[in-house]
């Protein structure tokens, strides 16, 4: 995890902005200059403006094997929670790991996809309680 530090947060506005141009950025490391490839200068920017937003920031690689609570606190639920989503509605793919095959190991994939999946279940139901609401305020009105 990252966090900006007390004092950063005007030079990390001034960071994000320049990366967020699509110029190209040359970065040096003791003797030697190189310029960063365009995936990198992206990846930075984004960090840079989400630090100069005062956010945390956690990098991982997309196919990084979680525990569960690692999970559980990236859903914002708790370890049993997350333990019952994965036991009994099968959700989320896990495989045991251990010498007796009691930890539960999911992937930082699976779990984002999950997440994405409710977040975007969540838009479509207030979508369409949205309509229902508003013609019950407007039978109710006469």
């Known amino acids: 995890m990252i966090d900006p530090e007390e004092g950063e947060l005007g030079l990390l506005r001034e ?3 320049a990366l967020a141009k ?3 950025v040359v970065v040096s490391c003791g003797h030697m200059e190189m310029q ?3 995936s990198a200068r992206d990846g930075l920017s984004r960090v840079a403006s989400y630090l ?3 956010s945390s920031v956690a990098i991982e690689p997309y196919d990084e094997e ?3 609570q690692e999970a559980a606190d990236l859903l914002g639920v708790s370890r049993p929670y997350f333990i019952r989503l994965l036991e009994d509605k099968k959700i989320i793919p896990f495989e045991k790991v251990g010498v007796h095959g009691k930890h539960r190991r999911v992937n930082l994939r699976d779990v984002l996809s999950y997440r ?3 977040a975007l279940d969540a838009v479509q ?3 369409e309680l949205a309509p229902s609401s508003v013609e019950a305020e407007t039978t109710s009105a006469y």
């Open 116 to 118: 994405d999946g409710r």
């Open 22 to 24: 699509s110029e190209p």
């Open 15 to 17: 960071l994000a902005s």
């Open 36 to 38: 960063l490839p365009p």
């Open 52 to 54: 100069a937003a005062d």
């Open 66 to 68: 979680l525990t569960t």
């Open 125 to 127: 139901e207030s979508r």
